[in-house]
């Protein structure tokens, strides 16, 4: 007989169908046992070491989820039709017992009854996972060198200096130095290095500030849709700053801004980018899914507001807010620098770790984020992987697959603004001769 709900009205009486939100439903979730007696194999395959774990596991075991109808009642019990095959428990979790065949699993109650049948049986299980980058591989260099950096700090040490730039010291209108000499990260892996900071700036655009970074004495590079917008930027080292007009302007990629400035700033060391044969040492990060993520520094507002240009105190000129909320060094995670959507738009993506130690140094976008440039270490010095421009823990264009595209911008704009051609800086075979390559 099908489901009836039966109603009174008066002297009628009326009978209709039971709709799915009035009555229990039910799934079944497949829950295998952990691997009992594991054995462990591990294989090389390129960059990545591949664990095969192996062992005796009860690979049929499975949960009855029910949902509750609005008309149902919640009296009922799960039963099994023989313990010793499989047993089941309140919640109706099903596991595997002694024995193995046919057993029949059922839920009874006033309003409801439900009934699986299977055949329970034991297997031999197999179970892959990427377990470690392998020895001697970019990959496993760079990881170590940022997470290096980390070791033995907390993002919630208010003693630990995190902030990029140093409060309340950068207005759009007057040479201030604005980088922090006391940054924790600024020093290298091994201590030794001055890791060069100096090459990122702010720079007001459209009444907001967003990041740069000097990737030639006379370019700059930062996100699109921040806008074009000629106000100055400064950098500054040991005490000295530079100053420099933005002038000629070109766009790059899915959301990436070249900017020619002037005059040329020559005592800060640009930033370098990877080279354009990058596969051959990253091999596994030319997929779609990568199972490891490589560890990667990141600026962030770390807050959930942008950083305004307001009017100074008295009147005249602008300044930027900078608080304890503004840009941060934070943790970033390499997941690909292969795009989602095909070959043509090709990102990095920037994943949020599940490791709560990782993660505590993670952060999502906000708004003011924008153009955030995320470097790896090699050697002790920063490279530019890309600036972000959206998407929860940060996605952009991967400068390495643009180096053909960024450097016509670069002659483009040098030869408008009839200034010295540039060259885009790249590691080179030399500097990354200690890596494995994987042809």
Same mark, same amino acid.
């Given at each position: 007989?099908?489901?009836?709900?039966?109603?009174?009205?008066?002297?009628?009486?009326?009978?209709?169908?039971?709709?799915?939100?009035?009555?229990?439903?039910?799934?079944?979730?497949?829950?295998?046992?952990?691997?009992?007696?594991?054995?462990?194999?591990?294989?090389?395959?390129?960059?990545?070491?591949?664990?095969?774990?192996?062992?005796?596991?009860?690979?049929?075991?499975?949960?009855?989820?029910?949902?509750?109808?609005?008309?149902?009642?919640?009296?009922?019990?799960?039963?099994?039709?023989?313990?010793?095959?499989?047993?089941?428990?309140?919640?109706?979790?099903?596991?595997?017992?002694?024995?193995?065949?046919?057993?029949?699993?059922?839920?009874?109650?006033?309003?409801?009854?439900?009934?699986?049948?299977?055949?329970?049986?034991?297997?031999?299980?197999?179970?892959? %996972?990427?377990?470690?980058?392998?020895?001697?591989?970019?990959?496993?260099?760079?990881?170590?060198?940022?997470?290096?950096?980390?070791?033995?700090?907390?993002?919630?040490?208010?003693?630990?200096?995190?902030?990029?730039? %140093?409060?309340?010291?950068?207005?759009?209108?007057?040479?201030?130095?604005?980088?922090?000499?006391?940054?924790?990260?600024?020093?290298?892996?091994?201590?030794?290095?001055? #890791?060069?900071?100096?090459?990122?700036?702010?720079?007001?655009?459209?009444?907001?500030?967003?990041?740069?970074?000097?990737?030639?004495?006379?370019?700059?590079?930062?996100?699109?849709?921040?806008?074009?917008?000629?106000?100055?930027?400064?950098?500054?080292?040991?005490?000295?700053?530079?100053?420099?007009?933005?002038?000629?302007?070109?766009?790059?990629?899915?959301?990436?801004?070249?900017?020619?400035?002037?005059?040329?700033?020559?005592?800060?060391?640009?930033?370098?980018?990877?080279?354009?044969?990058?596969? #051959?040492?990253?091999?596994?990060?030319?997929?779609?899914?990568?199972?490891?993520?490589?560890?990667?520094?990141?600026?962030?507002?770390?807050?959930?507001?942008?950083?305004?240009?307001?009017?100074?105190?008295?009147?005249?000129?602008?300044?930027?807010?900078?608080?304890?909320?503004?840009?941060?060094?934070?943790?970033?995670?390499?997941?690909?620098?292969?795009?989602?959507?095909?070959?043509?738009?090709?990102?990095?993506?920037?994943?949020?770790?599940?490791?709560?130690?990782?993660?505590?140094?993670?952060?999502?976008?906000?708004?003011?984020?924008?153009?955030?440039?995320?470097?790896?270490?090699?050697?002790?010095?920063?490279?530019?992987?890309?600036?972000?421009?959206?998407?929860?823990?940060?996605?952009?264009?991967?400068?390495?697959?643009?180096?053909?595209?960024?450097?016509?911008?670069?002659?483009?704009?040098?030869?408008?603004?009839?200034?010295?051609?540039?060259?885009?800086?790249?590691?080179?075979?030399?500097?990354?001769?200690?890596?494995?390559?994987?042809?």
């Amino acid at each position: 007989m099908p489901n009836v709900k039966f109603s009174t009205a008066g002297n009628a009486v009326s009978a209709r169908g039971l709709n799915l939100s009035e009555i229990d439903t039910f799934e079944i979730v497949e829950q295998p046992n952990s691997i009992t007696t594991p054995v462990n194999v591990d294989t090389t395959i390129k960059d990545v070491v591949e664990r095969t774990t192996s062992g005796t596991g009860i690979d049929n075991s499975f949960k009855i989820n029910r949902k509750a109808g609005s008309l149902a009642d919640n009296n009922g019990t799960y039963s099994s039709s023989n313990n010793a095959i499989a047993t089941v428990d309140s919640t109706g979790r099903v596991l595997k017992g002694s024995s193995s065949g046919l057993v029949e699993i059922t839920y009874q109650s006033t309003s409801s009854r439900f009934k699986v049948t299977r055949n329970m049986v034991s297997t031999g299980t197999s179970v892959k %996972i990427i377990s470690d980058w392998t020895a001697n591989s970019l990959a496993r260099h760079m990881d170590f060198n940022v997470k290096t950096l980390m070791t033995g700090k907390s993002p919630t040490d208010i003693n630990l200096p995190q902030v990029m730039y %140093i409060a309340a010291n950068y207005s759009d209108g007057s040479a201030s130095a604005i980088d922090n000499p006391n940054l924790f990260c600024r020093f290298g892996p091994n201590g030794s290095t001055d #890791l060069n900071f100096e090459a990122v700036s702010l720079a007001s655009s459209n009444g907001y500030a967003y990041p740069y970074v000097l990737i030639s004495p006379n370019h700059i590079l930062g996100c699109n849709h921040a806008g074009r917008a000629d106000a100055p930027i400064h950098f500054a080292k040991n005490g000295v700053t530079y100053t420099a007009n933005r002038t000629q302007y070109r766009q790059v990629g899915g959301d990436m801004a070249i900017y020619h400035i002037f005059p040329s700033i020559t005592d800060i060391s640009p930033i370098r980018m990877l080279p354009v044969d990058w596969q #051959l040492y990253l091999p596994t990060m030319n997929t779609e899914t990568t199972p490891l993520a490589i560890s990667t520094l990141i600026r962030t507002a770390n807050s959930g507001q942008v950083l305004p240009f307001t009017p100074k105190q008295g009147g005249g000129g602008d300044t930027a807010i900078i608080t304890q909320n503004s840009p941060k060094i934070r943790l970033g995670q390499l997941k690909s620098l292969k795009s989602q959507f095909g070959q043509n738009n090709k990102f990095f993506i920037n994943e949020l770790s599940s490791n709560p130690t990782v993660r505590s140094w993670q952060s999502n976008l906000y708004d003011g984020d924008s153009g955030s440039p995320q470097f790896t270490i090699i050697n002790n010095e920063l490279c530019l992987i890309g600036v972000m421009w959206y998407g929860g823990g940060g996605r952009g264009d991967f400068v390495s697959n643009y180096l053909t595209e960024i450097q016509a911008a670069m002659n483009s704009i040098s030869t408008a603004a009839g200034t010295t051609q540039r060259t885009l800086g790249t590691f080179s075979a030399g500097d990354l001769s200690a890596f494995t390559q994987f042809p």
